[in-house]
C-alpha cells in the first residue's frame, strides 16, 4: 500500500463518541474478517485518477473542449477525477478543513450528545459499519458528522458554543463556493453527454438534496485489519471532497484498488448514483473506500449533491435508442432513499434495484 504520509503530532488516542475507552487498541468490534481487508484486494499505486485543470473558468472564457473532453473521458474511465485550479479560495477550504478538526477535537462526550444511530435524524455524529454473515458488526474506523446545506442555522444551533461561530462562518463561506462548482460542474459533464449544459442541473430538480459529511479518521494501530470506510458509491448523484494532506482514499478501477494521493488546493470529484442512472449507465458510480493508517489522522469533507427527493429519476430520454434502451427504470429519488435506508450496513449500492431487465 502506497500511502503517502505525513507525520502528525497529534497521535494521542480518539475516543469515538460511541465508545467507553479511548481506541489505543484495535478492538475486536473494529477487525474486519480477512476477505474485506484492505490489503486483501490486490492496491494498484501507478497510475491514479486524472487531474484536470479547471483555469478557463477565471476569465468566464467557455469550457474548452479539451476539458469537456478530459472531463468526459474521466467520468467514463474512473468516475472519479480530481480538479485543480478551480477557482474556490484556498483560505475558504482551509477554513473548512480547520473547523472540522476542531469539530473532531471535542470531548468525545460532547460529541455523544449529538451522536444517532438513526437516519431520519438530519444532524449527527455517526459511525458506519459493515454487517456482516451472522449479522455482527463490524465498525469503520472513523466518526462522522453529517448534516444538511440548507439552513445551516439548525445544524448550528446543536452544535457547543465554542465552535460555534467559527464553524458558522467555514461553512457558509464553504457551501456557497461548493454550490458554484457542483453547478459548473454538472454544466460540463452535460456538455461532455452531448446534452444541454443545464440538462442535468435541471434534472435534478429546485430543492436539491444537499448535505454534508465531515469524516475523522484517528490513527489505527492495525490498518491491515480495519477500514476507514468500507467500500461503497454514493446515493447521490455528485460528490466533491476535499482531504487533508494524508491520503487514504481508495478507488476500484476494474476490480483493483487504486490510490488517490494528496494533491494540493484540489477537489476529489466523484460520480454517484443518480448520474450513473441519469446517463443510463454511460457513466458510472465507482466503488471507493478509505484505509487507516497508523501515523496520522486525517479529516475529509464530502459534500453531496442529489436530486430534489420528489423528483423523478431515470435515464435522460436522448440518451436512449435502439442500441441504447434504458436500463433503469423511472423512480422517485425518494424511493431510492428508502431503498439505501433499508440496506442498514450491508452493501451500499441500490442502484441494482432499479435496474430493467436485459432484453437481449
Ligand atoms: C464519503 C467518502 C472518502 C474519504 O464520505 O462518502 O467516500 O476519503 N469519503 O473520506
Ligand atoms: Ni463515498
Given amino acids: 500500500m502506497n500511502l503517502d504520509l505525513k507525520i502528525s503530532n497529534k497521535m494521542k488516542s480518539f ?14 468490534n473494529f477487525i474486519l474478517p480477512e476477505s474485506k481487508r484492505p490489503n486483501h484486494s490486490e492496491v494498484k499505486s501507478l497510475d491514479s485518477i486524472p487531474i484536470i485543470d479547471l483555469s478557463y473558468s477565471h476569465d468566464n472564457n467557455p469550457p ?9 473521458k474521466a467520468c467514463e474511465e474512473f468516475g472519479f477525477f480530481q480538479v485543480v485550479n478551480h477557482g474556490v479560495p484556498e483560505q475558504v477550504c482551509h477554513k473548512m478543513m480547520k473547523a472540522i478538526t476542531n469539530l473532531f477535537e471535542l470531548p468525545s462526550e460532547e460529541r455523544e450528545s449529538l451522536y444517532s444511530t438513526d437516519h431520519t435524524k ?3 455524529f455517526l459511525n458506519y459499519y459493515l ?3 451472522g449479522g455482527e458488526k463490524i465498525k469503520c474506523w472513523s466518526e462522522c458528522f453529517s448534516h444538511p446545506w440548507y439552513p445551516i442555522d439548525d445544524t448550528i444551533s446543536l452544535l457547543p458554543e465554542k465552535i460555534r461561530t467559527q464553524y458558522r462562518e467555514a461553512f457558509t463561506e464553504y457551501a456557497k463556493e461548493i454550490g458554484s462548482l457542483v453547478r459548473r460542474l454538472l454544466g460540463l459533464i452535460s456538455i461532455g453527454l452531448g446534452l444541454e449544459e443545464d440538462c ?12 454534508a459529511q465531515a469524516n475523522f479518521y484517528p490513527p489505527c494501530p492495525d490498518p491491515e485489519l480495519t ?26 478501477k476494474d476490480g483493483k484498488w487504486i490510490s488517490v494521493p494528496f494533491v494540493p488546493n484540489a477537489f476529489v470529484i466523484n460520480l454517484a448514483d443518480q448520474i ?53 427504470r423511472n423512480y422517485r429519488f425518494s424511493e431510492f432513499l428508502e431503498e ?16 430493467l431487465p436485459n432484453e437481449n
Fill in 15 to 28: 475516543q469515538l463518541a460511541n465508545e467507553s475507552s479511548p481506541l489505543s487498541v484495535t478492538p475486536n
Fill in 64 to 72: 474548452s473542449l479539451e476539458v469537456i473532453h478530459k472531463i468526459s
Fill in 122 to 124: 438530519s444532524v449527527r
Fill in 131 to 133: 454487517k456482516v454473515e
Fill in 200 to 211: 442535468l442541473l435541471k434534472k435534478l430538480g429546485e430543492q436539491p438534496r444537499q448535505r
Fill in 227 to 252: 477500514m476507514g470506510l468500507t467500500e461503497h458509491t454514493d446515493l447521490n448523484a455528485l460528490t466533491v471532497l476535499l482531504q487533508s494532506e494524508v491520503s487514504g482514499l481508495q478507488v476500484n
Fill in 276 to 328: 450513473q442512472v441519469l446517463s443510463n449507465g454511460r457513466y458510472k458510480s465507482v466503488l471507493h473506500r478509505a484505509v487507516t493508517n497508523n501515523v496520522s489522522q486525517r479529516v475529509s469533507m464530502a459534500m453531496f449533491y442529489g436530486p430534489s427527493v420528489d423528483n423523478t429519476v431515470g435515464p435522460i430520454q436522448v440518451l436512449i435508442d435502439e442500441e441504447h434502451p434504458p436500463k433503469y
Fill in 340 to 355: 439505501f435506508f433499508k440496506q442498514e450496513g450491508r452493501r451500499r449500492m441500490v442502484k441494482e434495484a432499479f435496474e
